[in-house]
C-alpha cells in the first residue's frame, strides 16, 4: 500500500511540476479588445446571433468552454449562477460552448441540460473548436473566463484544471471589480454548496488535490529562484495553518519523498530543504485544532 500512495504522489507532483512549467494563454489579454462574434442557442432558436448585443458598455463575464468535464461543469455552473444574481448591477454573462461537431455537441447539451446553469443561456460557437479566430482561444486550456467592462478584457483566466474551491472566488473578485466593488466573495457568497465526492487513493477529495497540486507546483519548479521558491514556500504554510485536511497533504507527501530514493529530482536544493522542514513540523499531533477556513 505504501508502495502504491507513494508512486500516486510522485506522479501527481511531476504533472504539477510539468503544468507550471507551461504556462498558457488563451483569449484576448486585459487592455484588447471583446470584439463582436457569432454563436447559436443550444436549445430552441437555431439562427446565429451576435453574442455581444445589447452589452455595449456593460460589464461583462464571457465564459468559453473547451472541453466538457466534471470540474468544468462545476465551476461554470457556479460562475453563471453568480452572475445571474447580479444582473441587477447590470452584469451581463455569456456562456458559450466550442465544438467541432455542432450537432453532436447540441445533442448532449440537450441530454445534460439538468447540469446546465438555469439562469443562462446555453450558446455553441459557429467558429468551430477554434472559437472565433479574432479571440485567440487555446485549445489546450478546458475554459477561457473573461470579465470586462466598456468592451474591454480586465481579466483573464485560462483554466487547463479548472476547480472550483481555487478559480472560482479569483474569477469572483473580478466580477465584483468591474461593479465596482473590492472585496472578493467567498465561496458560500458566492453560492457554493460542498457536494459530498469520493475519496482518491490519496484519501483527498478530487477538489482539495487540486488545490494541493496548485501550491505545491511552484515550490518544486526546477527553474525557480530562491526568492520565488520561499515565497511559494510562505504560501503553503500560510495555508496550512488554516487548512487541516492541506497541512496533513503536504506532510504525507513530503515524508514519502524524503524517505525515497528521488528528493533530488524534486525542484532545487531550497525546495528539497522545505520537504525535509515539512515532514518534521507538519507531522500531525495527538490533537489538532479544527480548520480556520
Known amino acids: 500500500m505504501q ?57 461583462i463575464l464571457v465564459v468559453f468552454v473547451h ?51 438555469r439562469s443562462a443561456t446555453a450558446l455553441i460557437s459557429t467558429d468551430g473548436i477554434e472559437g472565433p479566430g479574432a479571440y485567440g482561444l487555446n485549445r489546450k486550456v478546458t475554459l477561457t473566463v473573461l470579465v470586462g467592462s466598456k468592451g474591454v478584457v480586465t481579466a ?30 467567498t465561496l458560500q457568497q458566492m453560492g457554493y454548496k460542498e457536494p459530498r465526492m469520493a475519496m482518491n487513493r490519496t484519501g483527498q477529495q478530487p477538489e482539495q488535490e487540486a488545490i494541493y497540486r496548485q501550491k505545491m507546483a511552484p515550490v518544486i519548479q526546477k527553474n525557480a529562484t530562491s526568492e520565488e521558491v520561499a515565497a511559494a514556500a510562505t504560501d503553503v504554510e500560510d495555508f496550512a495553518a488554516k487548512n487541516r485536511w492541506f497541512r496533513q497533504r503536504v506532510y504525507q507527501a513530503s515524508r514519502l519523498i524524503t524517505e525515497g530514493p528521488r ?17 518534521k513540523e507538519f507531522a500531525p499531533n495527538e490533537v489538532e485544532p479544527a480548520d480556520k477556513e
Not at 10 to 24: C, G, K, Q, S
Not at 156 to 184: C, M, R, Y
Not at 267 to 276: C, D, F, N, R
Open 3 to 59: 508502495t502504491i500512495i507513494r508512486a500516486t504522489v510522485i506522479t501527481l507532483l511531476l504533472t504539477a511540476v510539468t503544468v507550471a512549467d507551461e504556462p498558457l494563454f488563451s483569449g484576448p489579454q486585459v487592455g484588447e479588445e471583446l470584439r463582436p462574434f457569432k454563436a447559436i442557442a443550444a436549445f430552441g432558436d437555431t439562427g446565429a446571433v451576435n453574442v455581444l448585443d445589447d452589452t455595449n458598455d456593460a460589464p
Open 67 to 117: 472541453q466538457i468535464t466534471r470540474p468544468s461543469v462545476g465551476l461554470m455552473r457556479l460562475l453563471m449562477e453568480f452572475a445571474a444574481s447580479k444582473e441587477h448591477s447590470g452584469l451581463k454573462s455569456r456562456l458559450v460552448f466550442l465544438t467541432d461537431d455542432v450537432t453532436e455537441t447540441t445533442a448532449y447539451l440537450k441530454r445534460a441540460r439538468h447540469a446546465l446553469p
Open 263 to 279: 528528493l533530488k529530482e524534486y525542484g532545487t536544493p531550497e525546495a528539497q530543504a522545505y520537504l525535509k522542514k515539512w515532514a
Open 156 to 185: 483573464n483566466f485560462a483554466l487547463v484544471q479548472p476547480s472550483v474551491q481555487a478559480d472560482a472566488t479569483k474569477i469572483g473578485h473580478e466580477i465584483i471589480k468591474v461593479l465596482s466593488g473590492s472585496e472578493a466573495p
